[in-house]
C-alpha cells in the first residue's frame, strides 16, 4: 500500500483536529463584594441615588427616620445651611470635654448642596441648588476677569476667544482676528502680541483649548497633566508632534521604528494620549450643574483635628423588621425571589456601613499626615502617596483610591477632594522633600508679593525657589504658574 497523498493528509488534519487544553487562572469577585467595590467609588450624590433605588424597589429596606439617626453615636448631626458659625478655632466659652460641641460650617463653604428631604416644601428644592450653565466663551471671559490684563491685551484675548468654534479650536489665522474694522495701521498687534495672548487663553479653564491643530490640542493637555512621569510625558509629546498619522493608523510597529523605545513605554504613551479629549469644547455644549456634595466634616475640637461623616445628607439603609420576620414565619424556601430580595437587603446594609466606615479611616489617616496643611494652608502640604495610607490602613491600594476619588471634604480652609491631599515628592538641594502642590503655593505668594511694575519671570520665580532649597526646571515652575491660572511676566507687568 503506497504512501498516503498530501491531499489526504490534509483531510485527515481537517477530520482530526488538535486539541489544546489550557489552564487560565481567574480570580472573580462576589456579588456583595462586586457592590461593595461599586458602592465605595461612588461619589456622595451617585451614592444616594442608588440608595433611594435601593429604597423605593427592595420592601425588605426602610429608611432610618432621624431620632434613630441621632441616638446611633456614629451618626453626627449637622446645622442647617443657613447656619454660620466661625470655624478657625475653638468657641470662645467650650462645654465640658466630655461633651462635643456642634460641627459648624466652614466660613469658606455657603452650604450651597442639596440635602435629604423629610417632607415637600420649595426651601428644599433641589433646583434651587442647580447652577446656570455658561457657554464656552462666557465661561472663559468670566475666567479672564479674574486677571488685571491692558486694555489691548484684553482686547487680543477677547477677539481669540470669541473665534474659538465649538470644539475649542482655533482654526482662523491670528492676523484675521483684527479685521477691517481696524484701520489705524500702527495699531495692528504684532506676531509676538498674538502669541502672548493666543498662550493666556490656552491657560484658562479646560487644558487644550484654542488650540490650532489636533496636535497643539493634545499636547497642551499632556503639558497640563499632573501624575505622569517626566519620561512618559515625553514620549506621548512626540507622537502627537510628529507622529500622529502613524498612532491613527495604528502603526505600532512604525512608531516603535521611528522613536526608538521599548513595546511597553509606546503602550503606556498610546493608552495615554486616547485618554485625552479631542474636542475640549464639546463639554460646554450641554454641561449639566454639577453638585457637590461632601462627605465628611473637619475642625478643630480641643487642639486636635477631628473628622465627623455627613450621614445626614445621605439616605439611611436599614432592613425592614416587620417584613424580615414575616417572611421567616412565611417559610418560605431559599430560592424564592423574595429570599434573594432579603439577602440583597443585608447585602446592601452591610455595604453601606462599610462605606461610611472606609472613608471615615481613609479622611482620619489624610488629617493625621497632613496637620500642618490645616493649620497653615497649601505652602505646607506635605508629599503624601496612596501606598501610605493604605499600608497604614492594612488595605489595598486600589481601595484607597476608590476612597479618594470623587470624595470631598468641608474644612476651615474649604472643600476639597481627598485628592487633594496627595502630591508628588520633589527633593530638595537639603536631602528633604516637599509635595508640589506646596511649590504651587510659593509660587503664588511670590507673585502675589512682586512688584506690578517689575513682575518676576519664570528664571526669577527658578531662581528664588532655588534660594529656598527648592530646585526645579524652569518649564517646571512655567507649568506650575500655567496651573494656577497666572499669565506670563510680560502680561503681569502694570505701569
Same mark, same amino acid.
Given at each position: 500500500? *503506497?504512501? !498516503?497523498?498530501?491531499?489526504?493528509?490534509q483531510e485527515t488534519r481537517l477530520v482530526y483536529p488538535t486539541q489544546e487544553l489550557r489552564l487560565r487562572q481567574q480570580m472573580t469577585l462576589a456579588p456583595r463584594l462586586q457592590q461593595s467595590v461599586k458602592l465605595l467609588q461612588m461619589t456622595a450624590l451617585e451614592f444616594t441615588t442608588a440608595v433611594?433605588?435601593?429604597?423605593? +424597589?427592595? !420592601?425588605?429596606l426602610e429608611d432610618a427616620d432621624e431620632q434613630e439617626a441621632e441616638q446611633s453615636p456614629a451618626m453626627a448631626?449637622? =446645622?442647617p445651611a443657613d447656619h454660620a458659625a466661625d470655624a478657625t478655632g475653638p468657641a470662645a466659652s467650650e462645654p465640658a470635654p466630655q461633651a462635643e460641641p456642634p460641627l459648624p460650617d466652614a466660613p469658606a463653604y455657603s452650604g450651597d448642596y442639596p440635602t435629604r428631604s423629610q417632607g415637600d *416644601?420649595?426651601?428644599r428644592d433641589q433646583g434651587l441648588w442647580a447652577a446656570s450653565t455658561l457657554s464656552m +466663551?462666557?465661561?472663559l471671559s468670566l475666567e479672564l476677569g479674574n486677571y488685571q490684563l491692558a486694555p489691548r491685551d484684553r482686547l487680543l484675548t477677547e477677539f481669540i476667544i470669541d473665534a474659538l468654534d465649538d470644539d475649542g479650536y482655533l482654526r482662523v489665522p491670528l492676523a484675521s482676528l483684527?479685521?477691517?474694522a481696524r484701520r489705524d495701521a500702527d495699531a495692528v498687534p504684532e506676531e509676538g502680541e498674538w502669541m502672548t495672548a493666543l498662550r493666556l487663553v490656552q491657560q484658562l479653564d479646560a487644558p487644550g483649548l484654542a488650540a490650532r491643530d489636533l496636535s497643539e490640542c493634545l499636547s497642551l493637555q499632556l503639558a497640563a497633566a499632573t501624575g505622569i512621569g517626566d519620561e512618559l510625558r515625553a514620549l506621548a509629546l512626540r507622537i502627537v508632534r510628529e507622529q500622529l498619522d502613524r498612532l491613527a493608523r495604528n502603526d505600532c510597529i512604525g512608531l516603535r521604528q521611528q522613536l526608538g523605545c521599548s513595546e511597553d513605554a509606546l503602550r503606556e504613551a498610546c493608552a495615554l494620549i486616547r485618554s485625552l479629549d479631542p474636542k475640549p469644547g464639546g463639554r460646554y455644549s450641554a454641561e449639566a450643574p454639577v453638585y457637590v456634595v461632601p462627605d465628611v466634616f473637619v475642625d478643630k475640637w480641643q487642639s486636635r483635628w477631628r473628622?465627623? =461623616?455627613n450621614r445626614n445628607a445621605m439616605p439611611q439603609a436599614r432592613l425592614h423588621q416587620t417584613y424580615a420576620e414575616l417572611f421567616r414565619r412565611a417559610r418560605l424556601g431559599d430560592r424564592s425571589p423574595m429570599a434573594q430580595e432579603l439577602q440583597e437587603a443585608r447585602w446592601l446594609v452591610r455595604n453601606v456601613e462599610?462605606?461610611?466606615?472606609t472613608i471615615q479611616r481613609v479622611a482620619e489617616a489624610i488629617v493625621k499626615r497632613q496637620q500642618t496643611f490645616f493649620e497653615y494652608g497649601d505652602v505646607a502640604l506635605r508629599p503624601l502617596m496612596l501606598r501610605e495610607v493604605a499600608d497604614d490602613l492594612d488595605m489595598h491600594e486600589s481601595t484607597v483610591s476608590r476612597a479618594t476619588v470623587g470624595k470631598y471634604m468641608v474644612t476651615p480652609r474649604g472643600v476639597f477632594e481627598f485628592r487633594h491631599f496627595f502630591s508628588r515628592e520633589l527633593a530638595t538641594d537639603t536631602g528633604g522633600s516637599c509635595s508640589a502642590t506646596a511649590v504651587r503655593a510659593l509660587i503664588k505668594e511670590m507673585v502675589e508679593a512682586e512688584d506690578p511694575a517689575m513682575p518676576l519671570s519664570d528664571v526669577a520665580l527658578t531662581q528664588q525657589l532655588a534660594a529656598n532649597g527648592i530646585l526645579l526646571a524652569r518649564r517646571t515652575v512655567s507649568k506650575y504658574r500655567g496651573q494656577l491660572r497666572m499669565p506670563p511676566a510680560e502680561l503681569r507687568r502694570r505701569h
Open positions: 500500500m *503506497g504512501c !498516503p497523498s498530501a491531499a489526504a493528509v433611594e433605588q435601593a429604597l423605593a +424597589s427592595n !420592601p425588605f448631626v449637622f =446645622p *416644601g420649595q426651601e +466663551s462666557q465661561r483684527w479685521g477691517d473628622v465627623l =461623616p462599610q462605606r461610611y466606615v
